[in-house]
């Protein structure tokens, strides 16, 4: 079993349609939970952090479940500009080393 | 602007050659860097971390005589693939934290190596 779980996708919506997304993970000691944004052959980005309070930045809503070790990102009011492929991001160590772990990735088309 | 710098952004090599990555942090220091690979429609794979004045730890599974880190300088590390063959043919992507207190929302990654051995 991966240590981060994602729907691979593709996620296909109209544009000004509501999306989620949905990770699990499975190592119980996880600390710090991100979202990043990866376009195709680019770097992934911060997308945002995820907190157990869950926190919101705009369009975007993130949300962390730690007893079922769970993590959402829902995106409103799609732009074309959203398509890319969504990352699910946790880092396993108590201390903030900077090793991440990856999930696969949840591809988003955005359509007009 | 890029706070971390990565060279070359496309490589095509033969088979057996050895091809060198450059990462770079530009307007800060990073003791710790990381490398990472990503094959096609798959998730980013931590390689290794290396550690500014000392040797690299790798991690599991991940060959350090095929894939030689060198860190030799608080702004720059080099990931070597020697020898590379096509199965080596991946996206390589480095990263630095510019906060020395690890804050990973200050963790920035370079531009990534798309590698083809052919």
């Known amino acids: 079993r991966k240590e981060v779980e994602q729907d691979p996708g593709p996620f296909n919506v109209p544009e000004g349609a509501t999306v989620a997304f949905n990770c699990t993970y499975s190592?119980?000691?996880?600390?710090?939970f991100f979202w990043y944004r990866q376009d195709c052959r680019k770097e992934p980005k911060l997308l945002m952090s995820v907190y157990s309070s869950g926190n919101e930045d705009g369009r975007f809503t993130a949300q962390l479940n730690r007893a079922s070790q769970y993590i959402s990102l829902l995106i409103r009011d799609s732009k074309l500009s959203d398509s890319a492929t969504y990352l699910c991001v946790v880092n396993r160590l108590r201390s903030n080393t900077g090793k991440l772990i990856f999930g696969q990735g949840t591809t988003l088309q955005v359509k007009p | 602007g890029a706070v971390v710098s990565q060279h070359p952004s496309w490589v095509i090599c033969k088979s057996g050659t050895s091809v060198k990555i450059e990462c770079r942090s530009l307007d800060f220091q990073a003791t710790t860097m990381f490398w990472y690979r990503q094959f096609p429609k798959q998730s980013l794979m931590l390689m290794a971390t290396?550690?500014?004045?000392?040797?690299?730890?790798?991690e599991q599974g991940v060959e350090k005589d095929k894939f030689l880190i060198n860190h030799a300088s608080l702004t720059l590390s080099t990931l070597t693939v020697t020898s590379a063959h096509p199965e080596d043919s991946s996206f390589y992507i480095c990263s630095a934290n510019r906060d020395r207190g690890h804050n990973l929302e200050k963790l920035f990654f370079g531009s990534g190596t798309q590698l083809s051995v052919l």
């Open positions: 190592n119980s000691a996880s600390q710090s």
């Open positions: 290396s550690n500014e004045g000392s040797k690299a730890t790798y």
